[in-house]
């Protein structure tokens, strides 16, 4: 059931990440000195977190959607769908693994 309920968040997350994107991209042709102090606020620890966050939600969200296809199309989904959230969060956990030191290393002056 929580694979489910984080399935549908991250979907969400993404979503207003995406419509946030696409209306600050815009914002440039309004007026590129608002485009500019836009992308300003985005190169802040805390934004740099958000970021972090960002990949979690899309990392987490395409493999369990992979899972996801599997359980409802492979004839023995149902029946390994424990094992292949296992195999999710193992995914996931490495792929943070290899994408979270580096990332933090730039957002906190480390990576320069």
Do not use: C
């Amino acid at each position: 059931m929580w694979s489910w309920v984080a399935h549908r968040v991250t979907g969400v997350l993404i979503f207003f990440f995406l419509l946030v994107h696409v209306l600050d991209t815009a914002l440039v042709r309004v007026s590129p000195e608002a485009y500019n102090a836009v992308i300003g606020t985005y190169q802040t620890p805390i934004m740099g977190l958000g970021e972090a966050g960002l990949v979690a939600a899309i990392v987490f969200h395409a493999f369990n959607g992979l899972r996801i296809i599997l359980v409802d199309f492979w004839a023995k989904g149902p029946k390994y769908q424990r094992v292949m959230l296992w195999v999710v969060l193992g995914l996931f956990a490495v792929t943070m693994a290899g994408f979270l030191p580096r990332h933090l290393m730039n957002v906190f002056g480390g990576g320069h």
